[in-house]
């Protein structure tokens, strides 16, 4: 029961990501007041971000731990969840230096920030009790509320970073109340002690599980964008620099949907009790369907090209929560389990690397406050080729063509539906992501056939950290696309000891 | 049970009467050091001199401001005076007995003190009344940020002697040494540093700027009249009371003493405290608001901090055993 | 006995100052009374003997959050204009109903069985995992147990906490100040 720690090996992700944070901070202290030098400080956060990446990389295969007396657990998925986000972090900082220096809005705060809300990202990734969940859910959820609202001028990031937080604060507090009726259900937080509840639970306790359970799922549709929560996505991923969009689009729905896997399947998955898988899975089907068909029809209307990403992260989380539907019954589906976690990292490659395209011509348009019309793309391929190139890789596999990291990812999460007994689901789904081509192909049609209606550049600012980010991320679509073999240590190795 | 209650009844009477004296105390000792008489008509050496005060008091008039919240404007002043007499139920009168006994009885007294805060805000508020607000403003301020220094003074004998129970810290030291004494190292200065906030959060000179009369009339008191202004008035000097017996008992120890061990030893430390405490106030000018804040959060805060790791380094060198 | 009356005082005590956090239109007033509600609670907790969740309730909640609440509703100074009339809308009748047919739901299905049957193993069996974790002669609520299960059962939450606090406080700070 006393704290060992060698408890700390296994966070350790989250603890370099903290200390890294903590660095950061620290050295802001020792600037010159007058115009300091701040170059060195995305490059100081990408290197802890890939000490990180490295260090749970190398865990991957080790047996699975349970750390804290419960309160956490080092087992697969949540060592692949943590390097996904170290991953994200890495590009999405290296993608925010040249854009905050363009905008001189660059502060150590900002990539602390960061860093600690992918500490919390990776402890919401190995949470096994419900405190714990909670605590690194508002970790990550503050500090990314803040890096939305870090260009404070302009009433767009206000009203994005103010919506995002009363509403993030609304789930939340959803969460806890499910958190305290599973505690009522259960007498403890812990994951484990309310799979016991669960499978116990008799006529009266079942109403207490049941309302928990809903309420649990209810707080991290929220957090992951799904049907009827998604209110909120448009307007912060609006108003939100960039950057931290890719950062919240690729990080947030990883950490989220990792812990969403475990509540439900770690917690509530018992198939012999009453309301067992059977209970949630229905929910989750509807979720997924509604949220699927939502987002990908609100996309098509859209002129921004931003807030048509806004609406595609939507679709994508529809797509995700039919992996967690297919997943259901008391040990994962195992190809479900391997469909979600390969399904995060390409999306994260793929978001990352839009929105970084993105950032570079919203450096240009931000001081005048413009919104990125789909016309300010037009010539995008005469003046930056490779820029176009890029935008229509992760365009096409946004939409999950081949031989894209999207296609494999969507591949294997219909399949996994399909062996599920999904059919209907997995066919809605490969139908709503058809309609999805259309808005995805006409960002590729403005950018290749449209001439550019204004006679400066498109893009501007320095694009060295950016341009090798986003080469990065091209070379991750398509390595995933093409040889997505190469990842079956990073999705194989994230069922070990997961909903055990 | 009928001995705990009246026993908080003898306490309560017992606080209130010395409160009334020091009244008395105070106005004879200040005019000795400004080297006047002070009052000496009323009864012998002017002894009856608060009873004199309070029957005044109850004769007046209590006026209500316009505009003035009537509920809150009532209800300030009486809640003043219970919180400030509910810590007085927490201090150890002689060995093992006090009104209430609890394992976070060190707690239990700072909280109460803190909780203080909320009528004298509510009493600033409800005058509708500009001095009122800005002193009721001052004082929480004050209050909130020097309740954080007086927890890590407090926290100083509860390390040392492993209890937050007042009683076993007054035992501890009875078997021990006294902590204002020994360990010289976390103990004297932690003395200083509770006597300092503990100054701080009754509001008295150096630290009385929320009444700082040149500036804001009266502070919070500024609309209230009789009794109710009594009230207020009567709370500050017991919060003064019961703070200088709970410093008494947490760094001077308590009941203990040569002789015969008892309430007579608390009495009369809680009687040099208090004079202390008065002494200070008639010497001294008081501070500006942000020299104040400065003092609690860059000084005395990090002392504190620095007073728990000591504490903390000597618990474990293992000499007090 | 007394106890009984005690807890029937608290307990109204703390419905009513609840209401009134939500019925009252002077947001002051809200504020007051929720340290109020919050002042009953604490008294709730020392009937069960939990005088440390007790005081904690009082120092932090009554004592230093409330207090700041107070101060930035003060600060705001919001005038009854400000505050719109009220009005009764059909909504709110709806609302009102639901609210309080969900709530009773769940306490007439959920609570009601559930607690019997908690109550017939689940508390014994919780009651005795607190007696494990807990010191012997520590009983429940006391400055041991709730240390122990503080620093040994929930260290991680515990130190997770900190970390939550500082990203508050850069945030905060950042978001806040007037130039970066």
Redesign the interface.
């Known amino acids: ?3 060992n720690p060698n ?1 700390l090996v296994g ?1 350790l992700p989250a603890v370099i990501l ?1 200390l890294g944070g903590c660095a950061l ?1 620290t050295t802001e202290v020792f600037l010159r007041k007058d115009g300091p030098d701040r170059r060195y400080q995305p490059f100081l956060a990408a290197v802890f971000g890939l000490i990180a990446l490295y260090v749970s990389l190398s865990q991957l295969g080790d047996p699975s731990a349970t ?3 419960g ?2 657990v080092a087992d697969g998925i949540g060592r692949s969840i943590s390097a996904v986000v170290s991953g994200t972090l890495v590009l999405s900082v290296l993608l925010a230096a040249g854009y905050l220096e363009t905008l001189s ?1 660059s ?1 150590g ?2 990539y ?2 960061a860093l ?2 992918a ?2 990202m990776c ?1 919401l990734s190995q949470a096994t ?1 419900l ?2 969940v909670f ?2 859910l ?2 990550m959820s ?2 990314v ?2 890096l939305t ?2 260009l ?1 001028k302009g009433t767009k990031p206000a009203e994005a ?1 103010f919506k995002y937080f009363v509403l993030g604060s609304f789930a939340s507090a959803i969460f806890l109340y499910g958190a305290a ?1 599973a505690f ?5 937080t812990r994951i484990a002690d309310l799979a016991l ?1 669960v499978r116990n639970a ?4 079942s ?2 599980v049941y ?1 928990a359970g809903a309420l649990l799922t209810v707080g991290f549709a929220f957090k992951v964008a799904a049907f009827p929560f998604h209110m909120w996505v448009p307007d912060v991923y609006d108003g939100a620099p960039a950057p931290v969009t890719g950062f919240m689009a690729a990080g947030v729905k990883a950490a989220a949907f990792a812990t969403l896997a475990r509540i439900l399947i770690g917690g509530f998955g018992d198939v012999g009790a009453s309301m067992g898988p059977h209970g949630w899975q229905s929910l989750i089907v509807l979720l997924a369907g509604a949220t699927m068909l939502v987002g990908n029809v609100l996309a098509v209307p859209q002129r921004s090209v931003k807030r048509m990403l806004a609406y595609s992260s939507i679709a994508h989380a529809g797509y995700l929560l039919v992996s967690i539907a297919a997943m259901a019954g008391s040990e994962p589906r195992q190809d479900a389990v391997f469909g979600l976690v390969f399904y995060l990292a390409s999306y994260a490659a793929t978001v990352i690397g839009a929105f970084g395209i993105v950032a570079l011509i919203e450096r240009k348009l931000a001081p005048t406050g413009a919104s990125d019309d789909l016309t300010t793309w037009g010539g995008l391929a005469q003046k930056h080729p490779l820029l176009a190139a890029a935008m229509s890789l992760f365009m096409l596999s946004l939409a999950g063509v081949p031989p894209t990291a999207g296609f494999m990812g969507k591949l294997g999460i219909f399949r996994a539906a399909i062996e599920a007994g999904l059919v209907p689901l997995a066919i809605f789904g490969v139908l709503t992501s058809a309609a999805g081509l259309y808005y995805y192909l006409r960002v590729v049609v403005y950018i290749y056939m449209v001439p550019s209606t204004k006679p400066e550049p498109v893009v501007g600012g320095r694009m060295l950290t950016a341009g090798v980010a986003l080469a990065a991320c091209a070379v991750l679509v398509i390595w995933m696309g093409v040889q997505p073999g190469a990842f079956a240590t990073l999705t194989q190795s994230s069922l070990a000891g997961f909903g055990k | 049970m009928i001995f705990a209650a009246s026993l908080a009844a003898a306490v309560v009477i017992v606080v209130l009467s010395a409160t009334a004296l020091a009244l008395w105390y105070e106005r004879k000792l200040a005019a000795r050091m400004q080297t006047r008489i002070g009052p000496q008509f009323v009864g012998p050496i002017g002894l009856f001199q608060p009873v004199a005060d309070l029957l005044k008091l109850v004769q007046k008039e209590e006026i209500v401001p316009m505009g003035a919240d009537r509920v809150l404007f009532a209800l300030a002043p009486p809640l003043t005076v219970i919180f400030a007499l509910a810590a007085a139920a927490f201090v150890p009168l002689w060995p093992g007995v006090a009104v209430v006994r609890s394992d976070v009885g060190v707690l239990l007294v700072i909280g109460f003190g803190g909780l203080a805060m909320v009528p004298v805000w509510m009493a600033g508020w409800a005058s509708f009344n500009k001095y009122a607000l800005l002193g009721a403003m001052r004082a929480v301020a004050q209050s909130i940020s020097y309740g954080v220094p007086l927890v890590l003074a407090a926290m100083v004998p509860v390390i040392l002697a492993g209890t937050m129970d007042l009683d076993g810290i007054t035992q501890f030291q009875a078997t021990h040494h006294w902590f204002g004494l020994w360990p010289i190292i976390p103990g004297l200065p932690a003395f200083i540093l509770f006597l300092l906030a503990m100054l701080a959060e009754s509001n008295r000179i150096p630290f009385d700027i929320p009444e700082a009369e040149s500036e804001l009339v009266a502070g919070v008191t500024t609309e209230y009249t009789g009794m109710q202004f009594g009230f207020v008035y009567l709370a500050e000097y017991v919060h003064t009371v019961v703070g200088a017996a709970i410093g008494s008992v947490m760094f001077l120890g308590g009941w203990d003493g040569p002789f015969a061990p008892g309430l007579h030893w608390l009495l009369l430390k809680t009687l040099c405290l208090f004079t202390f405490i008065y002494w200070i106030r008639w010497t001294l000018v008081r501070l500006r608001a942000d020299q104040l804040m400065t003092l609690c959060w860059k000084w005395l805060v990090p002392a504190g901090l620095g007073l728990v790791f000591l504490s903390a380094a000597w618990n474990q060198t293992g000499w007090s055993r | 006995m007394a106890e009984t009356i005690l807890f029937y005082i608290f307990a109204i005590g703390v419905l009513f100052a609840g209401a009134q956090v939500v019925l009252r239109r002077n947001p002051v007033h809200g504020a007051l009374s929720l340290v109020a509600c919050f002042f009953f609670l604490a008294g709730t907790y020392v009937l069960l003997a939990a005088h440390l969740i007790a005081i904690l309730q009082i120092m932090v909640y009554a004592g230093a959050v409330m207090v700041l609440f107070v101060f930035v509703i003060m600060l705001l100074n919001l005038k009854d204009e400000e505050l719109g009339t009220p009005r009764r809308t059909i909504w709110k009748g709806i609302g009102l109903v639901s609210v309080v047919g969900a709530t009773g739901a769940v306490a007439w299905r959920g609570l009601g069985s559930a607690y019997d049957s908690v109550l017939a193993h689940g508390a014994a069996t919780q009651l005795t995992d607190m007696a494990k974790h807990t010191l012997p002669g520590a009983p429940f609520g006391s400055l041991k147990a709730v240390a122990h299960a503080v620093y040994l059962n929930s260290v991680l939450p515990f130190e997770l906490t900190s970390l939550l606090l500082l990203v508050a406080v850069v945030g905060a700070v950042v978001v806040a100040k007037g130039k970066i």
């Open positions: 029961m006393n704290f408890d966070i903290t901070m750390l804290f007396a309160a956490a809005a502060r705060e900002f602390a920030l600690f809300s500490a919390g402890l009790d405190i714990v605590i690194a508002e970790v503050l500090a509320y803040s609202a870090w404070r970073a009726l009522g259900a259960a007498g403890s509840a008799n006529a009266g306790s109403m207490l309302a």
